[in-house]
């Protein structure tokens, strides 16, 4: 069964850094692109980066720069790498799936808080 399991947020100052974890049991074949997206409290949800089925990555937003996404095929687990962050990078972050072929992603997990202080 799919299910995207996100972890590791939690508070840090500005300039810290953080590594959010996502298992994403079902989800190991190649069709799936993932992507971790953030939504801050009063604005909408943005992505801020994205894994293609053949490995390609793409970054957006205001975080590009700062952070790495990356997957552990063995694990099916994906990760987000954060660093310099900032007190508006203060978000919930998601990871998400969705066949590769579709436009929208429509899997996604419960979220990891993200809260960074100045």
């Known amino acids: 069964q799919e299910q995207l399991v996100e972890s590791g947020g939690g508070s840090v100052q500005a300039g810290g850094s953080l590594r959010l974890s996502c298992e994403a049991s079902?989800?190991?074949?190649?069709?799936?692109?993932l992507a971790w997206f953030r939504q801050a409290p009063g604005k909408e949800r943005e992505r801020v980066a994205s894994?293609?089925?053949?490995?390609?990555?793409d970054y957006a937003g205001s975080m590009r720069g700062r952070v790495t996404i990356s997957r552990d095929n063995a694990k099916v687990t994906l990760y987000l790498q954060m660093n310099s962050l900032k007190p508006e990078d203060t978000a919930m972050y998601y990871c998400?799936?969705?066949?590769?072929?579709?436009?929208?992603?429509?899997?996604w997990g419960q979220g990891t808080q993200v809260t960074v202080s100045s």
């Open positions: 079902g989800y190991s074949s190649s069709s799936y692109c």
């Open positions: 894994i293609y089925g053949g490995g390609s990555i």
């Open positions: 998400a799936a969705r066949f590769c072929w579709d436009s929208e992603y429509n899997h």
